[in-house]
């Protein structure tokens, strides 16, 4: 159980309570969460979550602690599909020896807690659990082996305000203190020919949510593959600010969604009665509304 608060009479209280009435173990200062290593400097005012010690475990789980280790979690010349299937009942029997089903869901739990890093590379292996083939598994192999070379990789939250001076050193200087940044490819799905879209929140120059995951629809250009994935960045984007009135924190400003799609942009600010977006479900247009009360879009 983690307890916080901006009272430590508060939090007193609380422990207080809670003893009065159940057996606990007051643990002190939180140092590990579900397997997630949090590492506080103090005099720097910046806080580290870490998942190296379940890395390590992983990697000697799967017999990869002594792996080369790799530059990138995935190949860009090598898209997953499902021909590399195992076609014959010899090859399903190979692959049966490999565990990939197991590796899948540790890769999973990393890369949704503090390794946006490799949640692309992920999000591609996990497609394929029903009859993964070598190919398959030789990707799951190179997360692995990334991840060893990347152990002491996680989360930092340092209370900067601006996040992009935070993370690239630029931008501007009245940046609010959240941002969205939103992308797609487009079509790159070689069996179903769907895209994948991600997102990335950032508050106070640290990244506190994000996503890669396929798009349910099939677009027929890159500035709709765009405008889909910039609706669920926007929708998300919705969530966390309430979140954030709830706990206390209201944004007293828009929130800034960083799309680099030139026709997704301009769709956003003009009007939709346009021949190349009429066929788009209206809920989609989800995302023009809010840009006219909570939301901007900048070019990044």
């Given at each position: 159980m983690i307890v916080a608060s901006n009272s430590k009479a508060a939090v007193a209280e609380?422990?207080?309570r809670i003893q009065e009435r159940f057996q606990v173990k007051i643990l002190g200062p939180l140092q590990c969460f579900l397997n997630i290593q949090v590492i506080r400097d103090r005099p720097n005012r910046t806080i580290w979550l870490k998942q190296n010690l379940a890395i390590s475990d992983t990697l000697s789980e799967f017999n990869m602690s002594d792996c080369h280790p790799v530059r990138t979690p995935e190949l860009t010349d090598i898209r997953l599909h499902s021909g590399m299937c195992p076609q014959t009942d010899a090859e399903r029997s190979q692959m049966a020896l490999k565990p990939y089903r197991a590796a899948v869901p540790k890769l999973i739990y990393l890369a949704t807690k503090t390794r946006p890093d490799i949640a692309h590379a992920v999000?591609?292996?996990a497609q394929f659990c029903e009859n993964p083939g070598q190919q398959h598994w030789d990707a799951i192999k190179r997360i692995f082996a990334y991840l060893k070379g990347t152990l002491d990789h996680g989360l930092e939250f340092s209370g900067n305000s601006n996040p992009?001076?935070?993370?690239f050193n630029k931008g501007p200087t009245n940046c609010p203190v959240a941002a969205m940044f939103s992308d797609s490819d487009w079509a790159n799905d070689l069996d179903k020919r769907k895209s994948d879209g991600g997102?990335?929140?950032m508050l106070h120059g640290g990244t506190?949510?994000?996503n890669s995951t396929k798009l349910t629809n099939i677009p027929l250009s890159s500035t709709e593959a765009e405008w889909y994935a910039a609706r669920e960045a926007a929708k998300h984007g919705?969530?966390?600010?309430?979140?954030l009135f709830e706990i206390g924190f209201p944004m007293q400003s828009p929130l800034i969604i960083f799309e680099d799609n030139q026709g997704c942009i301009s769709?956003?600010?003009r009007s939709l009665n346009q021949s190349s977006m009429k066929h788009i479900d209206l809920k989609y247009h989800f995302l023009r509304k809010k840009l006219l009360t909570v939301f901007l879009i900048f070019v990044q």
């Open positions: 609380l422990k207080q999000q591609q292996v992009l001076q935070a993370y997102y990335v929140f506190v949510d994000y919705k969530w966390l600010r309430n979140l769709n956003g600010h």
